[in-house]
T-cell receptor
Framework: GNSVTQMQGQVTLSEEEFLFINCTYS??????LFWYVQYPGEGPQLLLK?????NKGSSRGFEATYDKGTTSFHLQKASVQESDSAVYYC????????????FGKGTKFSLIP | EAGVTQSPRYAVLQEGQAVSFWCDPI?????LYWYQQPRDQGPQLLVY????????NSQLPSDRFSAVRPKGTNSTLKIQSAKQGDTATYLC????????????FGPGTRLLVL
């Protein structure tokens, strides 16, 4: 089956620093990879999507790249702001019409006060 | 366009009590998903529907959990006899088949079982 691993449970940075979140995945099919973001009291919302065809995605200043050789998937942002404080999930879609999603455990990002 | 709505937003129960969660998906979305999100974890799929049909309920604890979507629109998830281990946020998501891969999530119902 599909699985996703996010090792970073929490990341804390100063404003305008560089954010990097790593994720590895395991699958037997041809997945679609997503990053979802969840703000307090809300459901997850799609941040961006990367297909195995194009290797990259970007949205709202965030970029994601995937490496098929190492089955890893990264999210990065050059200059973080207070509004970026949230939980970020690496998500694997099963690539079928059902689009079953497998979520990682999430990485909580916050600014140093 | 209205998003996915869920009610209630919060529920507190004693063990052994029953509870129902209600979900209204985005209009025109034929696929509906229910997820369980324990504290500090990612959401985990419980069951999903296409129109009124259950497509996959293999992760639903069938002895106490049930889910229906009788007219292919709104859906109800019910826990018959809640346990402390059921404490979590229950999320509903919907998607339009044939459109983008995007699932749109509601705000969730936070359940606490004492």
């Amino acid at each position: 089956g599909n699985s996703v691993t996010q090792m970073q449970g929490q990341v804390t940075l100063s404003e305008e620093e560089f954010l990097f979140i790593n994720c590895t995945y395991s699958t037997t099919g041809y997945p679609t990879l997503f990053w979802y973001v969840q703000y307090p009291g809300e459901g997850p919302q799609l941040l961006l999507k990367v297909t195995t065809a194009n290797n990259k995605g970007s949205s709202r200043g965030f970029e994601a790249t995937y490496d098929k050789g190492t089955t890893s998937f990264h999210l990065q942002k050059a200059s973080v702001q207070e509004s970026d404080s949230a939980v970020y999930y690496c998500v694997l879609g099963d690539g079928t019409g059902s689009n079953r999603l497998t979520f990682g455990k999430g990485t909580k990002f916050s600014l140093i006060p | 366009e209205a998003g996915v709505t869920q009610s209630p937003r919060y529920a507190v129960l004693q063990e052994g009590q029953a509870v129902s969660f209600w979900c209204d998906p985005i209009s025109g979305h034929d696929t509906l998903y229910w997820y369980q999100q324990p504290r500090d974890q990612g959401p985990q799929l419980l069951v999903y529907f296409r129109d009124e049909a259950v497509i996959d309920n293999s992760q639903l604890p069938s002895d106490r959990f049930s889910a229906v979507r009788p007219k292919g629109t709104n859906s109800t998830l019910k826990i018959q006899s809640a346990k402390q281990g059921d404490t979590a946020t229950y999320l509903c998501a919907s998607r339009r088949l044939g459109g983008q891969d995007t699932q749109y999530f509601g705000p969730g119902t936070r359940l606490l079982v004492l």
